[in-house]
């Protein structure tokens, strides 16, 4: 499709934006940047594979994401060029800019930094990085760094299994040490693993996720290795003891310099029972403990849940005393990836078998979606009962929500109405929540372009901006929602008029 299309839509983009009440599809919930605190953030956000392509360029070396794209499990994609942003940086962040961002989480590149895993440090990707970073502040727009964000050196996958060994924790403080070390005069806000709940399931469970191991029956591919039962386990461990050696060693040897904050993130729906039935109403409060508890619970109290420790038996590891100590405690924030709003019903059927993965330990069926996951239900007061039940449960810490967003198909239109309805929506949502006492510090739109997604390649996309695939520079165009979204964040006078979506409080069948 020519660039002269694109212009033009982009144009009349901006022309239909700056109408007060273009939507008019139900009643208006009416606010602005000046209804949050001067102190919250706003920002956007994507991850080093999904974005930066030069996949060996300058030093770097294959992570185990890159294997499983090349496997053909990313719907036959792959992040060997992706969004080119490793080249197009510079550019990126002037619509940063444009866009009005106040902050852009992204995360380094372990292979990219460090190609060999563990030693000498790749100087022409610390050079990047460094270079990122300046531009990011020169513009006013504070940087949120993930160190790891599914992409463990490859290396290190074959050399002793990856996550799967203890030996992990080790190399991962020291890769963090290096982040600390080189970028931390800088960087005032680190997360350690991005989603690290749902990467033990995709990546040891379902098979779904790097390095994409499974075992029958239990996996959503035809995994050749792995073991579902007990690996997504031992491997939540592994991120829970390595995250919390990152906060000591950041606690103990930059805290006083840097005066930054380390936090860890997870993927969090909001989980309705299906019907008011006791069954249905234990039911879902066992998928707040699989979900969050899992590691919430060791990083609040000390140890994982009753009810998850009871259900996988001696296939979840133990802390000791020391670890447990070490864990309780070791995050400054929490944060959370919230889509949607799943609801759940009890399957006690599940725990008749021997051979149980965490999915049967939780003993449910839930729904909401379906997949392929074409656009998500649009359920705002789930994020804001998510955040209540942060508040209530786990003693209100932190929360910086880095990711949310709505999906569409990628088919080159610009009008992405349902993106800007569903933002406009959550973000109210946020505010509601704020107003309740909750203790969330900042949003983050997932995500800034249409990039390289897990699930569904380049056909799919989250992006405020559309990356044009076809045309050999990969122009960017923004969306409507980019053009909503900065109106938005410059404190223009907009007043989206949206439907009104309630959760209901059960289902019946």
Same mark, same amino acid.
């Given at each position: 499709?020519?660039?002269?299309?694109?212009?033009?839509?982009?144009?009349?983009?901006?022309?239909?934006?700056?109408?007060?009440?273009?939507?008019?599809?139900?009643?208006?919930?009416?606010?602005?940047?000046?209804?949050?605190?001067?102190?919250?953030?706003?920002?956007?956000?994507?991850?080093?594979?999904?974005?930066?392509?030069?996949?060996?360029?300058?030093?770097?070396?294959?992570?185990?994401?890159?294997?499983?794209?090349?496997?053909?499990?990313?719907?036959?994609?792959?992040?060997?060029?992706?969004?080119?942003?490793?080249?197009?940086?510079? %550019?990126?962040?002037?619509? #940063?800019?444009?866009?009005?961002?106040?902050?852009?989480?992204?995360?380094?590149?372990?292979?990219?930094?460090?190609?060999?895993?563990?030693?000498?440090?790749?100087?022409?990707?610390?050079?990047?990085?460094?270079?990122?970073?300046?531009?990011?502040?020169?513009?006013?727009?504070?940087?949120?760094?993930?160190?790891?964000?599914?992409?463990?050196?490859? @290396?290190? %996958?074959?050399?002793?299994?990856?996550?799967?060994?203890?030996?992990?924790?080790?190399?991962?403080?020291?890769?963090?040490?290096?982040?600390?070390?080189?970028?931390?005069?800088?960087?005032?806000?680190?997360?350690?693993?991005? %989603?690290?709940?749902?990467?033990?399931?995709?990546?040891?469970?379902?098979?779904?996720?790097?390095?994409?191991?499974?075992?029958?029956?239990?996996?959503? @591919?035809?995994?050749?290795?792995?073991?579902?039962?007990?690996?997504?386990?031992?491997?939540?461990?592994?991120? /829970?003891?390595?995250?919390?050696?990152?906060?000591?060693?950041?606690?103990?040897?930059?805290?006083? #310099?840097?005066?930054?904050?380390?936090?860890?993130?997870?993927?969090?729906?909001?989980?309705?029972?299906?019907?008011?039935?006791?069954?249905?109403?234990?039911?879902?409060?066992?998928?707040?403990?699989?979900?969050?508890?899992?590691?919430? +619970?060791?990083?609040?109290?000390?140890?994982?849940?009753?009810?998850?420790?009871?259900?996988?038996?001696?296939? @979840?590891?133990?802390?000791?005393?020391?670890?447990?100590?070490?864990?309780? $405690?070791?995050?400054?924030?929490?944060?959370?990836?919230?889509?949607?709003?799943?609801?759940?019903?009890?399957?006690?059927?599940?725990?008749?078998?021997?051979?149980?993965?965490?999915?049967?330990?939780?003993?449910?069926?839930?729904?909401?979606?379906?997949?392929?996951?074409?656009?998500?239900?649009?359920?705002?007061? $789930?994020?804001?009962?998510?955040?209540?039940?942060?508040?209530?449960?786990?003693?209100?810490?932190?929360?910086? @929500?880095?990711?949310?967003?709505?999906?569409?198909?990628? +088919?080159?239109?610009? #009008?992405?109405?349902?993106?800007?309805?569903?933002?406009?929506?959550?973000?109210?949502?946020?505010?509601?929540?704020?107003?309740?006492?909750?203790?969330?510090?900042?949003?983050?739109?997932?995500?800034?372009?249409?990039?390289?997604? #897990?699930?569904?390649?380049?056909?799919?996309?989250?992006?405020?901006?559309?990356?044009?695939?076809?045309?050999?520079?990969?122009?960017?165009?923004?969306?409507?929602?980019?053009?909503?979204?900065?109106?938005?964040?410059?404190?223009?006078?907009?007043?989206?008029?949206?439907?009104?979506?309630? /959760?209901?409080?059960?289902?019946?069948?």
């Amino acid at each position: 499709m020519p660039k002269y299309f694109f212009r033009l839509l982009a144009l009349a983009l901006v022309l239909v934006i700056g109408n007060v009440g273009f939507l008019a599809f139900g009643v208006a919930d009416e606010y602005g940047r000046d209804d949050f605190p001067a102190e919250f953030v706003f920002g956007s956000g994507t991850s080093a594979y999904q974005v930066e392509g030069a996949a060996l360029e300058d030093g770097r070396s294959f992570s185990i994401w890159d294997a499983y794209a090349h496997s053909g499990f990313c719907d036959g994609a792959n992040g060997d060029i992706a969004c080119d942003g490793y080249h197009k940086y510079k %550019e990126d962040i002037k619509l #940063m800019v444009d866009t009005g961002l106040e902050a852009f989480r992204f995360s380094i590149s372990w292979s990219r930094l460090i190609p060999n895993g563990r030693g000498s440090v790749n100087e022409k990707g610390l050079q990047f990085y460094n270079d990122f970073i300046n531009r990011l502040i020169a513009h006013g727009i504070q940087p949120h760094v993930t160190l790891n964000h599914i992409d463990l050196p490859l @290396i290190l %996958e074959d050399e002793y299994g990856g996550w799967l060994s203890r030996k992990s924790v080790k190399d991962f403080v020291a890769f963090a040490d290096v982040c600390f070390r080189e970028f931390g005069d800088r960087v005032l806000h680190w997360t350690t693993f991005n %989603e690290a709940n749902l990467y033990a399931l995709g990546g040891y469970d379902t098979g779904s996720s790097p390095p994409g191991r499974c075992s029958s029956p239990f996996g959503y @591919i035809n995994c050749s290795r792995g073991d579902s039962t007990h690996e997504p386990y031992l491997v939540a461990h592994h991120f /829970l003891l390595a995250h919390a050696s990152t906060v000591r060693l950041y606690r103990e040897k930059y805290k006083a #310099m840097q005066y930054g904050s380390v936090g860890i993130n997870l993927l969090a729906f909001w989980f309705e029972p299906y019907t008011n039935t006791i069954q249905d109403v234990k039911a879902t409060q066992r998928a707040n403990d699989f979900y969050l508890g899992w590691f919430l +619970n060791p990083l609040v109290k000390g140890d994982y849940p009753e009810t998850v420790k009871k259900s996988a038996g001696n296939r @979840i590891p133990t802390f000791t005393k020391l670890e447990s100590q070490k864990i309780k $405690g070791s995050f400054d924030f929490l944060g959370i990836n919230h889509y949607t709003t799943l609801y759940i019903k009890d399957n006690p059927n599940d725990l008749e078998t021997d051979t149980r993965d965490v999915y049967a330990d939780m003993a449910l069926i839930y729904s909401g979606i379906e997949f392929p996951i074409t656009e998500f239900p649009v359920i705002p007061i $789930g994020l804001e009962k998510l955040l209540n039940h942060l508040k209530e449960e786990y003693r209100n810490p932190p929360i910086y @929500i880095h990711e949310n967003g709505q999906v569409q198909a990628r +088919n080159g239109t610009l #009008m992405d109405t349902p993106r800007v309805e569903y933002l406009h929506a959550y973000i109210g949502a946020v505010l509601s929540a704020l107003r309740n006492g909750s203790n969330t510090k900042g949003y983050f739109v997932w995500s800034f372009f249409d990039l390289l997604e #897990m699930v569904g390649g380049y056909n799919y996309g989250y992006g405020l901006y559309y990356v044009d695939l076809d045309d050999k520079e990969l122009t960017r165009y923004p969306k409507l929602s980019a053009h909503w979204y900065a109106n938005f964040l410059k404190g223009n006078n907009i007043n989206v008029i949206i439907p009104k979506v309630k /959760l209901k409080d059960s289902f019946s069948n």
